[in-house]
């Protein structure tokens, strides 16, 4: 069982900027795909950023430009920086692990961590 522990949220003004982290616990991360998503209450959650373990990236519209999904494999971790932050990212985020015989928004996931950004 792969846990998976988010930290790096908060409240931060538009315009600013904020690194999520995630936390594994297995040295198979290596080998799986790795992204980031987020919610909004009342709504579905989204893919906000996907990285594979060739290192092929695939962004949302709406971050593209601002935000960069990261890994570092040897410490097992998922980053994400996220800069020129604007209301409308303000979203509980999740980190995912999931397999290539995986589609999105499977997989493992973390327990979410709030990003709040005002105008």
């Known amino acids: 069982q792969m846990r998976l522990v988010e930290s790096g949220g908060g409240l931060v003004q538009a315009g600013g900027s904020l690194r999520l982290s995630c936390a594994t616990s297995t040295i198979v991360f290596r080998f799986n795909i790795v992204g980031w998503y987020r919610q909004v209450s009342g709504k579905q959650r989204e893919l906000v950023a996907e990285l594979t373990p060739e290192g092929n990236t695939d962004y949302a519209d709406s971050v593209k430009g601002r935000f960069t999904i990261s890994r570092d494999n040897a410490k097992n971790m998922l980053y994400l920086q996220m800069n020129s932050l604007k209301p409308e990212d303000t979203a509980i985020y999740f980190c995912?692990?999931?397999?290539?015989?995986?589609?999105?928004?499977?997989?493992?996931w973390g327990q979410g961590t709030q990003v709040t950004v005002s105008s």
């Open positions: 995912n692990v999931r397999s290539r015989l995986q589609t999105r928004n499977t997989g493992y």
